[in-house]
């Protein structure tokens, strides 16, 4: 089976039900951050992103919030399916090139 | 069909022998990086390139290098594999105006 994630904070939620998933950044000169989700046995796939200049963000079912007083981030899926099931990880871009810097992550378990 | 493509998917090796996973990309980007995910961890930055021959080390590229002969493939090697680099490697590739994009990911497992 898939090792990571073995000791991650885990968000457990009722299949139907809105889901969110913190993160705190470490560098305030980050411009620019991304969610991501790691399936088992996958890469991380693009979810949503935000630019600094922005504190609302939202996509299909996805909304993504920026908190830049506080530098936090969060990422809340509507009506929250089993498919959402994975690990969720954000991160930053702290400087030019694309560079990312990620947190550790948050497994998702969706209950039937 | 795959736009960032890894190979091997997985590999077991021994202490000391020399290892080379190849990733390549069909998304004509001139970014390309690889990874290291440990469990319970994020994924921490080994080396990037930025265009062909263009080489930059990561947070820990201690015990790897990297070759990037042509825009679409980059490469990683462990000179001499420890148990320590037994983990999940990831190639991404990225242009300057898009996010990156993942590959499926190596799981290597040194003896």
């Known amino acids: 089976g898939e090792s990571v994630g073995l000791h991650l904070p885990t968000l457990s939620v009722q299949e139907g039900d809105n889901s969110i998933i913190n993160c705190a950044y470490s560098n305030s000169a980050s411009d620019y951050f991304i969610w991501y989700k790691q399936e088992s046995g996958k890469g991380p796939q693009f979810i949503i992103d935000?630019?600094?200049?922005?504190d609302k963000r939202q996509g299909q079912r996805v909304t993504v919030l920026l908190n830049k007083t506080v530098k936090h981030l969060s990422l809340q899926i509507a009506a929250t399916q089993p498919g959402d099931s994975a690990v969720y990880f954000c991160?930053?871009?702290?400087?030019?090139?694309?560079?990312?810097?990620f947190g550790g992550g948050t497994r998702l378990m969706v209950k039937p | 069909d795959a736009d960032v493509t890894q190979t091997p998917r997985n590999r077991i090796t021994k202490t000391g022998k020399r290892i080379m996973l190849e990733c390549s990309q069909t998304k004509g980007h001139d970014r390309m990086y690889w990874y290291r995910q440990d469990p319970g961890l994020g994924l921490r930055l080994i080396y990037y390139?930025?265009?062909?021959?263009?080489?930059n080390k990561g947070e820990i590229s201690d015990g790897y290098s990297v070759s990037r002969q042509a825009q679409a493939k980059f490469s990683l090697s462990l000179e001499s594999a420890i148990p320590n680099q037994t983990a999940l490697y990831f190639c991404a590739s990225a242009s300057s105006t898009d996010t990156q994009y993942f590959g499926p990911g190596t799981r290597l497992t040194v003896l």
């Open positions: 991160a930053e871009n702290p400087n030019a090139g694309n560079m990312l810097t």
């Open positions: 390139s930025f265009d062909v021959k263009d080489i």
């Open positions: 935000i630019r600094s200049n922005m």
